[in-house]
Protein backbone atom coordinates (compact mmCIF):
# COMPACT_ATOMS: atom_id res chain seq x y z
CA UNK A 1 0.00 0.00 0.00
CA UNK A 2 2.06 2.46 -1.68
CA UNK A 3 0.60 6.40 -1.61
CA UNK A 4 2.16 8.66 -3.91
CA UNK A 5 1.33 12.78 -3.40
CA UNK A 6 3.68 15.89 -5.34
CA UNK A 7 4.79 18.37 -2.82
CA UNK A 8 4.30 21.84 -3.92
CA UNK A 9 8.21 23.42 -3.17
CA UNK A 10 8.05 26.73 -1.99
CA UNK A 11 10.93 29.25 -2.75
CA UNK A 12 10.57 29.89 1.62
CA UNK A 13 11.66 26.18 1.22
CA UNK A 14 15.43 26.88 0.18
CA UNK A 15 18.40 27.40 2.03
CA UNK A 16 21.99 29.64 1.44
CA UNK A 17 23.06 26.03 -0.10
CA UNK A 18 20.96 26.18 -2.61
CA UNK A 19 18.87 23.36 -1.64
CA UNK A 20 15.62 22.64 0.92
CA UNK A 21 17.08 23.31 3.93
CA UNK A 22 16.79 19.68 5.58
CA UNK A 23 13.83 20.17 8.80
CA UNK A 24 11.39 20.64 5.90
CA UNK A 25 12.13 17.01 4.92
CA UNK A 26 9.31 16.44 7.61
CA UNK A 27 7.00 18.44 6.92
CA UNK A 28 6.78 16.83 3.62
CA UNK A 29 6.45 13.85 5.22
CA UNK A 30 3.38 14.84 7.16
CA UNK A 31 1.90 15.94 3.74
CA UNK A 32 2.20 12.66 2.27
CA UNK A 33 0.48 10.57 5.17
CA UNK A 34 -1.89 12.84 5.55
CA UNK A 35 -2.95 12.66 1.77
CA UNK A 36 -2.66 8.70 2.23
CA UNK A 37 -4.86 8.48 5.40
CA UNK A 38 -6.90 11.19 3.66
CA UNK A 39 -6.97 8.30 0.86
CA UNK A 40 -8.25 5.89 3.19
CA UNK A 41 -11.54 8.10 3.84
CA UNK A 42 -9.88 9.81 7.12
CA UNK A 43 -9.26 13.17 7.57
CA UNK A 44 -6.93 14.37 9.81
CA UNK A 45 -8.49 17.57 10.86
CA UNK A 46 -11.66 15.86 11.30
CA UNK A 47 -9.57 13.83 14.00
CA UNK A 48 -8.36 17.01 15.40
CA UNK A 49 -12.10 17.66 16.07
CA UNK A 50 -12.92 14.57 17.52
CA UNK A 51 -10.96 15.70 20.45
CA UNK A 52 -7.33 13.94 19.61
CA UNK A 53 -4.32 13.93 17.96
CA UNK A 54 -1.03 13.07 16.56
CA UNK A 55 1.95 13.87 17.82
CA UNK A 56 5.10 12.63 16.56
CA UNK A 57 6.98 10.01 18.44
CA UNK A 58 10.03 9.17 16.70
CA UNK A 59 11.30 10.28 12.92
CA UNK A 60 14.49 9.36 11.13
CA UNK A 61 15.38 10.58 7.35
CA UNK A 62 18.50 9.80 5.65
CA UNK A 63 19.50 12.41 2.64
CA UNK A 64 20.39 11.12 -0.26
CA UNK A 65 20.56 13.67 -2.73
CA UNK A 66 20.15 17.08 -2.02
CA UNK A 67 16.64 18.70 -3.75
CA UNK A 68 16.58 21.98 -5.83
CA UNK A 69 13.64 24.34 -6.43
CA UNK A 70 12.35 24.01 -9.72
CA UNK A 71 12.37 20.11 -9.58
CA UNK A 72 9.33 18.15 -9.34
CA UNK A 73 9.31 16.02 -6.23
CA UNK A 74 6.74 13.16 -4.56
CA UNK A 75 6.96 11.82 -1.50
CA UNK A 76 5.92 8.49 -1.52
CA UNK A 77 4.28 7.32 2.01
CA UNK A 78 3.80 3.43 3.30
CA UNK A 79 2.40 2.35 6.53
CA UNK A 80 5.11 0.10 7.60
CA UNK A 81 3.48 -0.81 10.94
CA UNK A 82 -0.07 -0.37 13.10
CA UNK A 83 -0.79 -1.19 16.66
CA UNK A 84 -3.06 -0.28 19.37
CA UNK A 85 -1.14 2.90 20.03
CA UNK A 86 1.35 3.50 17.13
CA UNK A 87 1.49 4.11 13.66
CA UNK A 88 4.89 3.78 11.16
CA UNK A 89 5.20 5.15 8.25
CA UNK A 90 8.00 5.05 5.87
CA UNK A 91 8.15 8.05 3.54
CA UNK A 92 10.90 8.32 0.32
CA UNK A 93 10.76 11.77 -1.75
CA UNK A 94 11.96 10.94 -5.36
CA UNK A 95 12.24 13.29 -8.46
CA UNK A 96 10.24 12.74 -11.60
CA UNK A 97 12.86 10.23 -13.29
CA UNK A 98 12.16 8.09 -10.08
CA UNK A 99 15.83 8.99 -8.13
CA UNK A 100 15.45 8.65 -4.42
CA UNK A 101 16.31 11.99 -2.75
CA UNK A 102 15.65 10.71 0.96
CA UNK A 103 14.48 8.03 3.17
CA UNK A 104 12.90 8.33 6.30
CA UNK A 105 10.42 7.17 9.15
CA UNK A 106 7.46 8.55 11.43
CA UNK A 107 6.60 6.86 13.99
CA UNK A 108 3.06 9.13 15.31
CA UNK A 109 1.02 7.88 18.40
CA UNK A 110 -2.57 8.83 18.98
CA UNK A 111 -3.14 11.18 22.30
CA UNK A 112 -5.97 12.97 23.54
CA UNK A 113 -5.81 16.66 22.92
CA UNK A 114 -6.81 17.99 26.37
CA UNK A 115 -4.05 16.62 28.05
CA UNK A 116 -1.73 14.81 25.45
CA UNK A 117 -2.48 11.11 27.41
CA UNK A 118 -1.65 8.05 24.69
CA UNK A 119 -4.98 6.67 23.63
CA UNK A 120 -5.74 2.75 22.61
CA UNK A 121 -6.70 3.89 18.91
CA UNK A 122 -8.93 0.31 18.95
CA UNK A 123 -11.03 1.91 21.50
CA UNK A 124 -11.40 5.59 20.01
CA UNK A 125 -10.11 5.76 16.53
CA UNK A 126 -11.83 2.81 15.64
CA UNK A 127 -11.45 4.08 11.78
CA UNK A 128 -7.99 4.53 12.14
CA UNK A 129 -7.36 1.22 13.60
CA UNK A 130 -8.66 -0.45 10.99
CA UNK A 131 -5.89 0.41 8.57
CA UNK A 132 -3.64 -2.28 9.68
CA UNK A 133 -6.05 -5.03 7.30
CA UNK A 134 -5.87 -2.64 4.47
CA UNK B 1 9.47 54.44 24.16
CA UNK B 2 11.82 51.78 21.84
CA UNK B 3 12.62 48.31 22.59
CA UNK B 4 15.74 46.45 21.36
CA UNK B 5 15.69 42.88 21.19
CA UNK B 6 18.75 41.18 19.82
CA UNK B 7 16.93 38.38 17.26
CA UNK B 8 18.64 34.73 16.93
CA UNK B 9 19.05 33.96 13.60
CA UNK B 10 18.32 30.82 12.04
CA UNK B 11 20.33 28.82 8.86
CA UNK B 12 16.35 27.43 7.97
CA UNK B 13 16.24 31.57 7.65
CA UNK B 14 18.44 31.68 4.50
CA UNK B 15 17.36 31.18 1.46
CA UNK B 16 18.68 30.62 -2.03
CA UNK B 17 19.78 34.27 -2.70
CA UNK B 18 22.07 33.93 0.57
CA UNK B 19 19.97 36.03 2.56
CA UNK B 20 17.05 35.93 5.21
CA UNK B 21 14.27 35.25 3.39
CA UNK B 22 11.47 37.79 3.50
CA UNK B 23 8.84 36.82 5.02
CA UNK B 24 10.05 35.85 7.56
CA UNK B 25 11.07 39.56 8.69
CA UNK B 26 7.32 39.14 10.03
CA UNK B 27 8.21 36.75 12.70
CA UNK B 28 11.23 38.98 13.62
CA UNK B 29 8.80 41.85 14.32
CA UNK B 30 5.94 39.46 15.93
CA UNK B 31 9.47 38.28 18.74
CA UNK B 32 10.58 42.27 18.84
CA UNK B 33 6.77 43.30 20.18
CA UNK B 34 6.11 40.18 22.73
CA UNK B 35 9.83 41.29 24.23
CA UNK B 36 8.18 44.46 23.97
CA UNK B 37 5.17 43.90 25.77
CA UNK B 38 6.83 41.70 28.34
CA UNK B 39 9.15 44.50 29.64
CA UNK B 40 6.05 46.12 30.53
CA UNK B 41 4.22 43.15 32.00
CA UNK B 42 1.86 41.85 29.67
CA UNK B 43 2.79 38.43 29.08
CA UNK B 44 1.40 37.41 25.37
CA UNK B 45 0.99 33.75 26.37
CA UNK B 46 -0.79 34.25 29.48
CA UNK B 47 -3.40 36.75 27.88
CA UNK B 48 -3.91 33.54 25.32
CA UNK B 49 -4.58 31.49 28.76
CA UNK B 50 -6.74 34.50 29.80
CA UNK B 51 -8.90 33.58 26.65
CA UNK B 52 -7.87 36.38 24.07
CA UNK B 53 -5.58 36.41 21.32
CA UNK B 54 -3.88 39.34 19.17
CA UNK B 55 -4.00 38.42 15.56
CA UNK B 56 -2.68 40.70 12.79
CA UNK B 57 -4.95 42.82 10.68
CA UNK B 58 -2.16 44.64 8.59
CA UNK B 59 1.64 44.30 7.97
CA UNK B 60 3.72 46.19 5.75
CA UNK B 61 7.57 45.67 5.24
CA UNK B 62 9.99 47.99 3.26
CA UNK B 63 13.46 45.95 2.47
CA UNK B 64 16.17 48.33 2.10
CA UNK B 65 19.35 46.42 2.66
CA UNK B 66 19.55 42.39 2.53
CA UNK B 67 20.65 40.69 6.18
CA UNK B 68 23.11 38.05 6.13
CA UNK B 69 23.71 34.75 8.40
CA UNK B 70 26.15 35.80 10.61
CA UNK B 71 25.53 39.49 11.18
CA UNK B 72 24.37 40.81 14.40
CA UNK B 73 20.84 41.78 14.07
CA UNK B 74 18.12 44.02 16.44
CA UNK B 75 14.47 44.69 16.31
CA UNK B 76 13.18 47.70 17.32
CA UNK B 77 10.04 48.13 18.66
CA UNK B 78 7.81 51.35 19.26
CA UNK B 79 4.11 51.16 19.86
CA UNK B 80 2.70 54.27 17.40
CA UNK B 81 -1.18 53.85 18.02
CA UNK B 82 -3.35 52.41 20.94
CA UNK B 83 -6.76 52.60 20.90
CA UNK B 84 -9.91 50.33 22.39
CA UNK B 85 -9.63 47.97 19.64
CA UNK B 86 -5.92 47.88 18.17
CA UNK B 87 -2.54 48.17 18.63
CA UNK B 88 0.02 49.52 15.88
CA UNK B 89 3.66 48.70 16.31
CA UNK B 90 6.62 50.01 14.26
CA UNK B 91 9.47 47.32 13.66
CA UNK B 92 12.63 48.63 12.58
CA UNK B 93 15.44 45.87 11.94
CA UNK B 94 19.11 47.56 12.91
CA UNK B 95 22.58 45.61 12.37
CA UNK B 96 25.36 46.65 15.01
CA UNK B 97 26.60 49.26 13.62
CA UNK B 98 22.78 50.70 13.30
CA UNK B 99 22.08 50.80 9.91
CA UNK B 100 18.64 50.36 8.99
CA UNK B 101 18.04 46.87 7.38
CA UNK B 102 14.02 47.11 7.51
CA UNK B 103 11.34 49.44 8.37
CA UNK B 104 8.10 47.83 9.09
CA UNK B 105 4.58 48.00 10.27
CA UNK B 106 2.15 45.57 12.36
CA UNK B 107 -1.58 46.88 13.39
CA UNK B 108 -3.15 43.51 15.94
CA UNK B 109 -6.45 43.42 17.13
CA UNK B 110 -7.35 41.39 20.40
CA UNK B 111 -10.42 39.16 20.05
CA UNK B 112 -11.82 36.13 21.42
CA UNK B 113 -9.92 32.81 21.32
CA UNK B 114 -13.43 30.87 20.76
CA UNK B 115 -14.93 32.68 17.72
CA UNK B 116 -12.16 35.49 16.90
CA UNK B 117 -14.51 38.14 17.94
CA UNK B 118 -12.99 41.84 17.97
CA UNK B 119 -13.36 42.68 21.86
CA UNK B 120 -12.44 46.11 23.49
CA UNK B 121 -9.31 46.47 25.55
CA UNK B 122 -10.59 48.74 27.75
CA UNK B 123 -12.96 46.21 29.01
CA UNK B 124 -11.09 42.89 28.68
CA UNK B 125 -7.51 43.72 29.28
CA UNK B 126 -7.40 46.70 30.86
CA UNK B 127 -3.39 46.13 31.32
CA UNK B 128 -2.85 46.11 28.02
CA UNK B 129 -5.37 49.02 27.72
CA UNK B 130 -2.91 51.16 30.13
CA UNK B 131 0.06 50.72 27.79
CA UNK B 132 -1.46 54.07 26.31
CA UNK B 133 0.02 55.72 28.94
CA UNK B 134 3.63 54.48 29.03
CA UNK C 1 -4.56 39.28 -16.63
CA UNK C 2 -5.53 37.09 -13.10
CA UNK C 3 -3.47 34.13 -12.36
CA UNK C 4 -5.18 31.38 -10.03
CA UNK C 5 -2.73 29.08 -7.94
CA UNK C 6 -4.49 26.54 -5.87
CA UNK C 7 -1.95 26.28 -2.53
CA UNK C 8 -0.76 23.05 -0.52
CA UNK C 9 -1.29 24.01 3.01
CA UNK C 10 1.33 22.71 5.75
CA UNK C 11 0.59 21.59 8.84
CA UNK C 12 3.71 23.73 9.71
CA UNK C 13 1.77 26.39 8.13
CA UNK C 14 -0.76 26.54 11.45
CA UNK C 15 0.24 28.35 14.34
CA UNK C 16 -1.38 28.26 18.81
CA UNK C 17 -3.80 30.66 17.30
CA UNK C 18 -4.99 27.43 15.06
CA UNK C 19 -4.93 29.07 11.85
CA UNK C 20 -2.34 29.69 9.09
CA UNK C 21 0.64 32.22 10.72
CA UNK C 22 0.12 35.69 8.99
CA UNK C 23 4.28 35.64 7.70
CA UNK C 24 3.72 32.56 5.57
CA UNK C 25 0.93 34.27 3.21
CA UNK C 26 4.17 36.34 1.91
CA UNK C 27 4.98 32.70 0.89
CA UNK C 28 1.82 32.38 -0.58
CA UNK C 29 1.99 34.84 -2.28
CA UNK C 30 5.10 34.54 -3.83
CA UNK C 31 4.42 31.07 -4.86
CA UNK C 32 1.32 32.38 -6.53
CA UNK C 33 3.97 35.35 -9.12
CA UNK C 34 6.20 32.25 -9.74
CA UNK C 35 3.49 30.50 -11.45
CA UNK C 36 1.88 33.33 -13.01
CA UNK C 37 5.33 34.43 -14.58
CA UNK C 38 5.70 30.31 -15.87
CA UNK C 39 2.35 30.78 -16.87
CA UNK C 40 3.70 33.60 -19.11
CA UNK C 41 7.26 31.28 -20.48
CA UNK C 42 9.13 32.76 -17.39
CA UNK C 43 10.97 30.07 -15.14
CA UNK C 44 12.03 32.31 -12.17
CA UNK C 45 14.58 29.73 -11.71
CA UNK C 46 16.11 30.00 -15.13
CA UNK C 47 16.46 33.84 -14.21
CA UNK C 48 18.57 32.94 -11.19
CA UNK C 49 21.28 31.09 -13.63
CA UNK C 50 21.08 33.38 -15.78
CA UNK C 51 22.50 35.75 -13.14
CA UNK C 52 19.66 37.74 -11.54
CA UNK C 53 17.31 37.52 -9.06
CA UNK C 54 13.91 39.17 -7.84
CA UNK C 55 14.53 39.90 -4.33
CA UNK C 56 11.28 41.85 -2.62
CA UNK C 57 11.41 45.87 -2.00
CA UNK C 58 8.01 46.06 -0.41
CA UNK C 59 5.24 43.95 0.69
CA UNK C 60 1.93 44.78 2.58
CA UNK C 61 -1.18 42.53 3.58
CA UNK C 62 -4.60 42.89 5.17
CA UNK C 63 -5.84 39.92 6.77
CA UNK C 64 -9.53 39.86 6.26
CA UNK C 65 -10.26 36.30 7.53
CA UNK C 66 -8.58 33.72 8.71
CA UNK C 67 -7.19 30.46 7.43
CA UNK C 68 -7.67 27.08 8.61
CA UNK C 69 -5.95 24.32 7.66
CA UNK C 70 -8.31 21.95 5.90
CA UNK C 71 -9.61 24.57 3.57
CA UNK C 72 -9.16 24.79 0.20
CA UNK C 73 -7.03 28.05 -0.52
CA UNK C 74 -6.33 29.95 -4.07
CA UNK C 75 -3.46 32.51 -4.38
CA UNK C 76 -4.89 35.21 -7.09
CA UNK C 77 -2.19 37.18 -8.55
CA UNK C 78 -2.65 40.39 -10.47
CA UNK C 79 0.54 42.30 -12.34
CA UNK C 80 -0.72 46.12 -11.64
CA UNK C 81 2.69 48.09 -12.13
CA UNK C 82 5.68 46.96 -14.65
CA UNK C 83 8.42 49.65 -15.25
CA UNK C 84 12.51 49.13 -16.19
CA UNK C 85 13.19 48.41 -12.67
CA UNK C 86 9.90 47.21 -10.42
CA UNK C 87 7.70 44.77 -10.52
CA UNK C 88 4.18 45.30 -8.16
CA UNK C 89 1.62 42.53 -7.60
CA UNK C 90 -1.52 42.75 -6.26
CA UNK C 91 -2.63 39.13 -4.25
CA UNK C 92 -5.57 37.89 -3.02
CA UNK C 93 -6.16 34.95 -0.80
CA UNK C 94 -9.40 33.26 -1.51
CA UNK C 95 -11.05 29.97 -0.67
CA UNK C 96 -12.84 27.88 -2.81
CA UNK C 97 -16.48 30.11 -2.61
CA UNK C 98 -14.52 32.97 -3.56
CA UNK C 99 -14.01 34.50 -0.13
CA UNK C 100 -11.48 36.91 0.22
CA UNK C 101 -9.58 35.95 2.92
CA UNK C 102 -6.51 38.28 2.66
CA UNK C 103 -5.33 41.22 0.14
CA UNK C 104 -1.67 42.01 -0.14
CA UNK C 105 1.09 43.81 -2.81
CA UNK C 106 5.17 43.05 -3.38
CA UNK C 107 6.83 45.20 -5.17
CA UNK C 108 9.92 43.31 -6.20
CA UNK C 109 13.44 44.74 -8.01
CA UNK C 110 15.43 43.05 -10.79
CA UNK C 111 19.38 43.01 -9.39
CA UNK C 112 22.28 41.46 -10.72
CA UNK C 113 23.36 38.19 -8.30
CA UNK C 114 26.66 39.10 -7.57
CA UNK C 115 26.73 42.14 -5.92
CA UNK C 116 22.75 42.94 -5.46
CA UNK C 117 22.81 45.94 -7.77
CA UNK C 118 19.25 47.02 -9.58
CA UNK C 119 19.65 46.48 -12.92
CA UNK C 120 17.38 47.71 -15.64
CA UNK C 121 14.83 44.80 -17.48
CA UNK C 122 14.45 46.60 -20.64
CA UNK C 123 18.66 46.00 -21.22
CA UNK C 124 18.93 42.30 -19.34
CA UNK C 125 15.71 40.95 -18.92
CA UNK C 126 14.11 41.64 -21.92
CA UNK C 127 11.45 39.05 -21.70
CA UNK C 128 10.33 39.82 -18.18
CA UNK C 129 9.89 43.57 -19.19
CA UNK C 130 7.72 42.41 -22.07
CA UNK C 131 4.95 41.64 -19.91
CA UNK C 132 4.16 44.73 -19.38
CA UNK C 133 2.16 44.89 -22.74
CA UNK C 134 -0.07 41.47 -21.58
CA UNK D 1 32.42 18.11 26.31
CA UNK D 2 28.63 19.36 26.02
CA UNK D 3 27.87 22.94 24.90
CA UNK D 4 24.55 24.48 26.00
CA UNK D 5 23.05 27.15 24.34
CA UNK D 6 19.56 28.85 25.07
CA UNK D 7 17.09 29.00 22.03
CA UNK D 8 14.76 31.78 21.28
CA UNK D 9 11.31 30.36 20.17
CA UNK D 10 9.57 32.57 18.07
CA UNK D 11 5.51 32.54 17.64
CA UNK D 12 5.94 30.46 14.03
CA UNK D 13 7.55 27.76 15.71
CA UNK D 14 3.97 26.51 17.41
CA UNK D 15 1.32 24.65 15.30
CA UNK D 16 -2.14 23.96 16.13
CA UNK D 17 -1.52 21.22 18.69
CA UNK D 18 -0.53 24.39 20.55
CA UNK D 19 2.97 23.05 20.70
CA UNK D 20 6.40 23.66 18.88
CA UNK D 21 6.11 21.75 15.92
CA UNK D 22 8.03 18.67 15.29
CA UNK D 23 10.59 19.78 12.53
CA UNK D 24 11.92 23.10 14.18
CA UNK D 25 14.02 20.97 16.17
CA UNK D 26 16.03 19.65 13.49
CA UNK D 27 16.49 23.78 12.83
CA UNK D 28 17.53 23.84 16.57
CA UNK D 29 20.40 21.11 16.60
CA UNK D 30 21.69 23.32 13.94
CA UNK D 31 21.18 26.26 15.91
CA UNK D 32 22.94 24.01 18.77
CA UNK D 33 25.92 23.07 17.01
CA UNK D 34 26.84 26.03 15.13
CA UNK D 35 26.82 27.64 18.45
CA UNK D 36 29.54 25.01 19.50
CA UNK D 37 31.55 25.08 16.70
CA UNK D 38 31.65 28.83 17.34
CA UNK D 39 32.79 28.13 20.42
CA UNK D 40 35.90 26.38 19.60
CA UNK D 41 37.29 28.84 17.07
CA UNK D 42 34.78 27.88 14.00
CA UNK D 43 33.01 30.17 12.28
CA UNK D 44 30.48 28.56 9.87
CA UNK D 45 29.75 30.73 7.76
CA UNK D 46 34.08 31.28 7.39
CA UNK D 47 33.78 27.68 5.95
CA UNK D 48 31.32 28.08 3.72
CA UNK D 49 33.42 31.36 2.44
CA UNK D 50 36.11 29.34 2.13
CA UNK D 51 34.04 27.08 -0.22
CA UNK D 52 32.85 24.45 1.72
CA UNK D 53 29.22 23.26 3.24
CA UNK D 54 28.19 20.65 5.42
CA UNK D 55 25.02 18.87 4.66
CA UNK D 56 23.33 16.88 6.76
CA UNK D 57 23.44 12.87 6.10
CA UNK D 58 21.19 11.69 8.41
CA UNK D 59 19.09 12.58 11.21
CA UNK D 60 16.64 11.39 14.23
CA UNK D 61 14.58 12.65 17.14
CA UNK D 62 12.76 10.97 19.65
CA UNK D 63 10.33 13.20 21.30
CA UNK D 64 9.24 12.65 24.57
CA UNK D 65 7.56 16.07 25.87
CA UNK D 66 6.02 18.78 24.04
CA UNK D 67 7.51 21.77 23.60
CA UNK D 68 5.27 25.07 24.60
CA UNK D 69 5.96 28.48 23.95
CA UNK D 70 7.13 30.56 27.00
CA UNK D 71 9.34 27.23 28.15
CA UNK D 72 13.30 28.58 28.83
CA UNK D 73 14.71 25.73 26.27
CA UNK D 74 18.04 25.08 26.37
CA UNK D 75 19.98 22.75 23.31
CA UNK D 76 22.76 21.04 24.55
CA UNK D 77 25.60 19.54 21.57
CA UNK D 78 27.85 16.83 22.32
CA UNK D 79 29.98 15.79 19.58
CA UNK D 80 29.75 11.91 19.22
CA UNK D 81 31.99 11.34 16.50
CA UNK D 82 34.69 12.96 14.10
CA UNK D 83 35.96 10.95 10.86
CA UNK D 84 37.71 12.50 8.08
CA UNK D 85 34.72 12.55 6.03
CA UNK D 86 32.23 13.05 8.62
CA UNK D 87 30.73 14.67 12.31
CA UNK D 88 28.10 13.00 13.98
CA UNK D 89 26.15 15.52 16.64
CA UNK D 90 24.18 14.39 20.26
CA UNK D 91 21.44 17.08 20.54
CA UNK D 92 19.48 17.18 23.95
CA UNK D 93 16.95 20.33 24.46
CA UNK D 94 15.81 20.66 27.75
CA UNK D 95 13.69 22.95 29.98
CA UNK D 96 14.87 24.68 32.99
CA UNK D 97 14.43 22.45 35.10
CA UNK D 98 16.75 20.33 33.50
CA UNK D 99 13.74 18.17 31.90
CA UNK D 100 14.63 16.41 28.35
CA UNK D 101 12.23 17.19 26.45
CA UNK D 102 13.90 15.70 22.83
CA UNK D 103 17.06 13.60 22.02
CA UNK D 104 18.14 13.36 18.59
CA UNK D 105 21.62 12.97 16.48
CA UNK D 106 22.44 14.97 13.19
CA UNK D 107 25.77 13.40 11.09
CA UNK D 108 26.91 15.97 8.99
CA UNK D 109 29.39 15.91 6.17
CA UNK D 110 31.73 18.18 4.36
CA UNK D 111 31.43 19.07 0.82
CA UNK D 112 32.94 21.12 -1.86
CA UNK D 113 30.19 24.20 -2.43
CA UNK D 114 30.63 23.80 -6.17
CA UNK D 115 29.30 20.44 -6.48
CA UNK D 116 28.30 18.86 -3.45
CA UNK D 117 31.16 16.50 -3.78
CA UNK D 118 32.84 14.90 -0.07
CA UNK D 119 36.08 15.99 0.80
CA UNK D 120 38.56 15.21 3.23
CA UNK D 121 37.96 17.28 6.50
CA UNK D 122 41.99 16.08 7.38
CA UNK D 123 42.83 17.92 4.21
CA UNK D 124 40.75 20.75 3.64
CA UNK D 125 39.24 21.44 6.73
CA UNK D 126 42.50 20.86 9.08
CA UNK D 127 40.82 23.24 11.70
CA UNK D 128 37.53 21.42 12.02
CA UNK D 129 39.24 17.88 12.12
CA UNK D 130 41.36 19.10 14.95
CA UNK D 131 37.96 19.10 16.98
CA UNK D 132 38.71 15.37 17.20
CA UNK D 133 41.26 15.91 19.99
CA UNK D 134 38.86 17.74 22.66
Redesign the interface.
Known amino acids: MKHRYE??L???D??????V???????FF??GR?AMLREHGI?Y?DI?RRGF?F?????????LK?I???EQIFCETELVELTKVKIVFEHKLLDQAGEIKAIGHSSIVAVR?DD?RIIRMDEHLPDVFALKDI
Open positions: LQRYSSDQMGVYHANYFSELTDYEMPVRDVDCTYPTLGKF
